[in-house]
């Protein structure tokens, strides 16, 4: 690559083609800066004055804090349940796949990923309703053992890679399985933790079937069930509506402009696994 | 190190194989606890209600009430719906679309953001943004697009393809969808392909282009055999994820007009939870269920057969 001069027809096309991707939340920020009046004209000029009281008015609509705080929550036990518990569950897996019972458990989790949600869709909101865990705490219970399927994939490669001596020699010194597993394991997996943390947190965060079909209360619906719920009464209120999303979707967006080196070589080491 | 730890190494040192089996024991009651857990709530949260769907698909059941067998009755009557039909019809039309034109972005971005060029970073992050989004905002951000900003635009530019509202037409609805999906997931394919195309390196091409191959030989020649493991991957999950499709659809149309764009999931969700047919449409999931194994497993077995036979 060395010496190889600027390549600045494809640099020209990425940039074109990049529009494409900047457009949508080039029109939601404008947007949820207008007043209705300026929606009559050019659409896609820039608003005249910020029109911050968008913003307020789909705070007070929405219940925005209490939204944000429902899905602030999900989101960040999740990821900490996960982290900890998947991690554990495919160790055990991955040292002793030599055993039958936990190569079918290799299988059995893996083979779960074919399984897709609409087949368990209907059972599992009769059964969480009705042991009182359609609610948050439910939800997250339901993500984390959802993860085990996928992650138990990305874990174990990374896991058998990891020489056995090290553990060998903890072991030497006197540390029990348990302790060697948090001690020296767990903190070797941390590249992998945190790819399987930015995932689960997307996942946990944007997701919207998951939280429609089991929370029934409207008082803890997360951010992509409440822009859903208010659709119809954001009617064509569309600097209500933008507003509302762009809300939605900022501290997502936010977490990405801060970590956004991190966060694509950890997608990126989970996909080569 | 503690006394009882030393005791421990200087035992281990006087019986060795005592101990060895102790500690053996004691070591898989360990691996036990830490793997066990996990397995019974897998089993209670996920495979438990798979088997009541599977169940209750053989019965009347509506979600409540008293329910009796009906046998193979909800299969047949699956496959004699037409609403059913359209939506399996939709759902892989959609997913087959989609899949060929995210596969066709992403790798030409991929290999775009792969050549020397300036922003590289930069650019590699505007690519990805879509992936951290809300499929179902995004969904509600493009409604607006199709609705009312293509429409002015198509109105002023005097385009009359574009002056109306495309999510309105039951013929072109579907366009819309494709679009969404594939905006979104261009993001993920593109970071797949970018991690296998910075493996290759460059004194391949070097060597390639010395002996006279053109850009196009090389691709075909070079690159493409080289992250044809990629490939495979970015069709069998870009597809599988395109065939649950839902969240886009319910941003954008509905389902709507009528039921011209109803994916298989979103025909579950309303018959099941809205319909009152939780049994009939539990046998619909299972349907769907036995279908997605098959396409992966064809597709696992057709792009595996051309990674080896490149």
């Given amino acids: ?273 | 190190m503690t006394d009882k730890a030393m005791k421990a190494k200087v035992r281990t040192a006087r019986l060795p194989l005592q101990n060895k089996r102790a500690s053996l024991s004691k070591e898989s009651n360990v691996f036990l606890f830490m793997a066990v857990p996990g397995f019974i709530l897998f089993f209670i949260f996920h495979t438990y209600p798979a088997l009541q769907g599977i169940f209750y698909s053989f019965t009347d059941w509506k979600g409540y009430g008293d329910w009796s067998f009906v046998g193979i009755k909800n299969y047949l009557n699956v496959f004699k719906d037409a609403r059913a039909l359209d939506a399996y019809i939709f759902t892989f039309q959609f997913a087959v679309l989609s899949t060929i034109i995210v596969n066709i972005i992403s790798m030409l971005i991929a290999l775009g953001l792969n050549a020397k060029i300036k922003f590289q970073k930069t650019l590699r992050a505007i690519f990805f943004l879509p992936f951290i989004l809300s499929i179902l905002i995004v969904g509600f951000i493009f409604n607006f697009i199709f609705s009312h900003l293509l429409p002015t635009l198509g109105q002023n530019l005097g385009i009359e393809l574009l002056s109306k509202n495309i999510l309105g037409d039951p013929d072109l609805a579907w366009i819309g969808i494709v679009v969404v999906a594939v905006w979104q997931a261009v993001a993920f394919n593109t970071i797949l392909y970018l991690a296998g195309l910075v493996t290759i390196t460059e004194d391949l091409y070097e060597a390639a282009s010395i002996d006279g191959a053109g850009r196009w030989t090389q691709f075909w020649k070079i690159t493409f055999p080289l992250i044809a493991p990629f490939f495979t991957i970015n069709m069998v999950l870009a597809m599988k994820g395109f065939l649950m499709v839902f969240d886009q659809i319910v941003a954008l149309t509905g389902g709507g007009p009528g039921t011209s764009t109803e994916s298989i999931s979103l025909l579950i969700y309303r018959g099941g939870f809205e319909g009152g047919q939780f049994a009939y449409q539990s046998a619909n999931a299972v349907i769907y269920f036995v279908v997605i194994v098959i396409i992966s497993i064809i597709q696992l077995k057709v792009l595996e057969r051309r990674e080896a036979g490149n």
């Fill in chain 1, 1 to 273: 690559m060395i010496g190889k001069k600027t390549n600045w027809p494809v640099t020209v096309l990425l940039m074109l083609a990049s529009l494409c991707v900047l457009l949508p939340f080039y029109l939601t920020i404008t947007i949820a800066l207008k007043t209705p009046q300026e929606m009559a004209g050019n659409l896609l000029a820039l608003p005249q004055t910020w029109e911050f009281e968008n913003f307020s008015r789909a705070i007070e609509m929405t219940n925005f804090f209490n939204a944000f705080g429902n899905s602030a929550f999900v989101t960040i036990f999740v990821v900490v349940f996960t982290v900890l518990t998947n991690s554990m569950v495919a160790y055990a897996i991955a040292r002793n796949m030599h055993k039958k019972f936990y190569k079918f458990l290799f299988y059995y989790f893996v083979s779960a990923m074919f399984i897709p949600f609409p087949i368990i869709m209907l059972p599992i909101v009769n059964q969480t309703s009705a042991w009182g865990m359609d609610n948050l705490a439910g939800l997250i219970v339901l993500y984390v053992v959802y993860n085990l399927s996928f992650n138990m994939f990305i874990y174990i490669g990374y896991i058998r890679s990891i020489p056995k001596e090290l553990e060998e020699a903890a072991i030497m010194d006197g540390a029990s399985t348990w302790g060697v597993f948090w001690k020296v394991i767990f903190p070797l997996l941390a590249p992998m933790n945190a790819t399987v943390a930015i995932l689960t947190c997307l996942g946990a965060w944007n997701d919207f079937l998951l939280p429609l079909v089991i929370v029934s209360d409207r008082d803890l619906a997360t951010l992509p069930v409440v822009q859903y719920v208010f659709q119809s009464q954001f009617s064509t209120d569309y600097n209500l509506a933008f507003a509302s999303y762009l809300m939605a979707l900022a501290p997502m967006i936010i977490v990405y402009v801060l970590a956004q080196k991190w966060i694509i070589s950890g997608v990126m080491r989970g996909s080569i696994k």
